[in-house]
């Protein structure tokens, strides 16, 4: 195993670079590159071993599948659609908030009486009969495509590679459904398509992945931790708040019952004097409130903060089990 620094691969271009760069940025994680935009190489600012190299989509995926890239930013769409044993080469460590879309099967709006994965076999057999030929579905996601359709019962179909806008394809007539990507379905609709009851083959995001192929070297995995630590820091910092509050001690015993009932912590343990410091969930800072002035607490504040580090962060902990 040679002694390499960490692979960081992102999208080059585009609204996912910019979501990108700014999910890593909340976390205090900057990318640099020195020749500017052009420069499809790069650093992480104030962070050392870790090279980030910016790319396509696709060719992201390839590196993660290879090993040539230690962790990256990609979809889970094409995760499963490029790689056939993909539980086995990447790790999905977090979503990130960003990059939604579904990966949907879409007929004609006049199938009137087509609304399910099953009334696809009436479609199939009728074309059959009809016409001699097989159905034609459209699509860049023909092994999703086929993995879909094979847990559905279908068979009698054909897939058509696309190679341009997908949702054109039944009103040219190259094909009679497709299998395409979407996010609000209004291009589907303009179209004149229609999304299937229980069409949606996935619903996928932008993630971090890691791969298990890649060659963690040592200054690799104390790269990943530092990455991943303030990853954590950020992203627990976001969903929780800290309550400070004046509380009789006498009154304090019930605290740790009540903190723990709610998602709370005591990260100072329970109070010595007067003064009360908790870390709630955002979600339930209220009922904490609540539960404190019951306790004729005075003063409460809640406040957010930049970074919350716990001794050991779920993500990091992700990594090491799969990469042993």
Same mark, same amino acid.
């Given at each position: 195993?040679?002694?390499?620094?960490?692979?960081?691969?992102?999208?080059?271009?585009?609204?996912?670079?910019?979501?990108?760069?700014?999910?890593?940025?909340?976390?205090?994680?900057?990318?640099?590159?020195?020749?500017?935009?052009?420069?499809?190489?790069?650093?992480?600012?104030?962070?050392?071993?870790?090279? /980030?190299?910016?790319?396509?989509?696709?060719?992201?995926?390839?590196?993660?599948?290879?090993?040539?890239?230690?962790?990256?930013?990609?979809?889970?769409?094409?995760?499963?659609?490029?790689?056939?044993?993909?539980?086995?080469?990447?790790?999905?460590?977090?979503?990130?908030?960003?990059?939604?879309?579904?990966?949907?099967?879409?007929?004609?709006?006049?199938?009137?009486?087509?609304?399910?994965?099953?009334?696809?076999?009436?479609?199939?057999?009728?074309?059959?009969?009809?016409?001699?030929?097989?159905?034609? /579905?459209?699509?860049?996601?023909?092994?999703?495509?086929?993995?879909?359709?094979?847990?559905?019962?279908?068979?009698?179909?054909?897939?058509?590679?696309?190679?341009?806008?997908?949702?054109?394809?039944?009103?040219?007539?190259?094909?009679?459904?497709?299998?395409?990507?979407?996010?609000?379905?209004?291009?589907?609709?303009?179209?004149?398509?229609?999304?299937?009851?229980?069409? /949606?083959?996935?619903?996928?995001?932008?993630?971090?992945?890691?791969?298990?192929?890649?060659?963690?070297?040592?200054?690799?995995?104390?790269?990943?931790?530092?990455?991943?630590?303030?990853?954590?820091?950020?992203?627990?910092?976001?969903?929780?708040?800290?309550?400070?509050?004046?509380?009789?001690?006498?009154?304090?015993?019930?605290?740790?019952?009540?903190?723990?009932?709610?998602?709370?912590?005591?990260?100072?343990?329970?109070?010595?004097?007067?003064?009360? /410091?908790?870390?709630?969930?955002?979600?339930?800072?209220?009922?904490?409130?609540?539960?404190?002035?019951?306790?004729?607490?005075?003063?409460?504040?809640?406040?957010?903060?930049?970074?919350?580090?716990?001794?050991?962060?779920?993500?990091?902990?992700?990594?090491?089990?799969?990469?042993?």
């Amino acid at each position: 195993m040679t002694d390499s620094p960490l692979i960081l691969a992102v999208p080059s271009k585009g609204r996912l670079q910019e979501n990108a760069a700014a999910f890593f940025a909340r976390a205090g994680l900057v990318f640099s590159q020195s020749r500017g935009a052009r420069d499809y190489r790069g650093t992480l600012k104030g962070v050392p071993d870790v090279e /980030v190299a910016f790319l396509s989509a696709s060719e992201i995926v390839n590196q993660l599948a290879t090993g040539a890239a230690h962790l990256g930013i990609t979809g889970e769409d094409l995760i499963r659609e490029q790689i056939p044993d993909a539980d086995e080469a990447v790790e999905i460590l977090t979503p990130l908030g960003f990059g939604n879309a579904n990966v949907v099967v879409a007929v004609p709006q006049a199938w009137i009486d087509v609304r399910n994965m099953a009334d696809l076999d009436e479609v199939a057999a009728d074309l059959r009969a009809r016409h001699g030929r097989k159905m034609r /579905v459209a699509t860049k996601y023909v092994n999703l495509t086929r993995r879909f359709f094979a847990e559905k019962g279908i068979a009698d179909y054909l897939i058509v590679e696309s190679l341009g806008a997908t949702e054109g394809a039944p009103g040219a007539g190259s094909a009679e459904l497709i299998v395409d990507i979407t996010t609000t379905g209004a291009t589907l609709a303009a179209n004149a398509l229609k999304i299937l009851d229980d069409g /949606v083959m996935l619903r996928s995001e932008a993630n971090l992945v890691a791969s298990a192929r890649a060659p963690w070297s040592e200054r690799a995995r104390t790269a990943a931790k530092s990455v991943l630590t303030r990853i954590t820091a950020e992203e627990e910092a976001r969903d929780s708040r800290e309550i400070r509050a004046s509380l009789d001690p006498s009154r304090a015993s019930a605290l740790p019952a009540i903190a723990q009932g709610l998602g709370a912590s005591l990260p100072y343990g329970s109070p010595a004097g007067r003064e009360v /410091v908790l870390h709630c969930p955002a979600s339930s800072m209220f009922d904490m409130v609540a539960a404190l002035q019951e306790l004729g607490a005075q003063d409460i504040t809640i406040r957010t903060f930049d970074y919350l580090f716990r001794p050991t962060n779920a993500l990091t902990e992700r990594l090491l089990r799969r990469i042993g």
